[in-house]
């Protein structure tokens, strides 16, 4: 008996761990853990292996040719055809009179476009921003109508409105005002494909800024007109001239619309647009690359003007 319980106790302390011998293998054991899965973190987030990053240098590519192909290639190529005879035959082609006038006819046209959706486009936005009013969904879905109606189709409405055999065209051609075929019908054809520019620009900045502190001003005793002079107009100063920049780019480069209520008239209602089309279809082809050329430097400038002008918020 006292031998078997010897034994026993042998056993048992054979079998138990001993807690300083098991304790260095364990640790041992969780570092090579922590350090395999280290290993395997790092292999998945490496930038660009992987099917991911393939994906996304393909994308690249693509996006890339696409803009090459599309906007990079074709004006590079009327810019290369436009001074292949050296910098003479374009200015020469800019100086005609025929060019002078059409930049004369752009000019009042975008003008008088920009100035009226100035006008129309901050009054329109504190009318949508600041009062409630049945209809209010309708005057914002109408201010967007003209992104979605083609300018040809505006062109034709202008026509059959302001026509000479229409009665409002009729009443004005009597009172010595005529529209189509004229600078005003090319003002109101401009001014209907730039609409909502304006609006669209000023009228998030307005909500942002909210009504506090023109609130705050009536209570001092300020008038409308002052609080929107010292207090709406700062606020909205840059998103102004944002809409602005792009009112007066889409003005300067409308062409369906004027085309179809200007009569295309050489030398009287021709735009700068209308005079590429115009010069291309004679084949004076360096006057057609000459003003289109003239035409992509405004562009290059209106988007740098959008860029700097543009809010940061």
């Known amino acids: 008996m006292a ?6 106790e042998n056993t048992v302390h ?16 969780s570092t090579a853990g922590e350090s395999t899965g280290a290993t395997a973190r790092n292999r998945t987030v490496r930038p660009g292996g992987g099917p991911r990053g393939v994906s996304r240098y393909v994308l690249r590519v693509i996006a890339i040719g696409y803009l090459f192909f599309l906007l990079v290639l074709p004006v590079a190529l009327i810019v290369w055809r436009t001074f292949g005879d050296g910098l003479v035959p374009f200015v020469e082609a800019l100086t005609s009179p025929s060019a002078l006038h059409a930049f004369q006819v752009t000019l009042v046209v975008a003008l008088w476009a ?34 979605a109606v083609s300018p040809v189709v505006v062109g034709l ?7 000479r055999f229409s009665p409002v065209g009729g009443l004005l051609e009597s009172w010595g005002l005529q529209i189509i075929f004229s600078t005003p019908g ?9 609409l909502p520019l304006v609006v669209r620009s000023v009228v998030p900045v307005l909500e942002e800024l909210g009504d506090e502190q023109e609130q705050a001003a009536h209570t001092l005793g300020a008038s409308r007109f002052q609080t ?3 207090i709406t107009l700062p606020g909205i100063r840059s998103a ?11 003005s300067l480069g409308e062409y369906g619309a004027v085309a179809v209520v200007s009569g295309r008239l050489v030398d009287q209602t021709q735009t700068l647009t209308l005079f590429v089309e115009e010069r291309f279809q004679n084949f004076d082809q360096p006057a057609a690359f000459a003003a289109s050329t003239a035409l992509a430097l405004l562009a290059v400038v209106t988007l740098l003007l959008t860029r700097l002008l543009r809010p940061k918020d």
Do not use: Q, W
């Not at 031998?3 to 026993?8: I, K, Q």
């Not at 409405?157 to 302001?162: F, K, N, Q, R």
């Not at 102004?240 to 889409?250: D, H, I, P, S, W």
């Open 240 to 250: 102004l001239a944002y809409g602005v920049v792009l009112c007066l780019a889409r």
């Open 114 to 147: 920009v100035a009226l959706n100035t006008v129309f486009g901050v009054g329109a936005a504190l009318l949508l921003v600041r009062h409630d009013f049945p209809g209010k969904r309708l005057l914002g879905a109408f201010i967007d109508l003209p992104m």
């Open 3 to 8: 031998e078997s319980g010897t034994v026993h």
């Open 228 to 230: 929107f002079l010292r």
């Open 157 to 163: 409405a202008l026509i059959l409105l302001y026509g």
């Open 14 to 29: 054979e079998n138990t761990a001993d807690p300083n011998t098991a304790g260095p293998n364990t640790a041992g054991d």
């Open 186 to 194: 090319m003002v109101l054809a401009t001014v209907f494909v730039a």
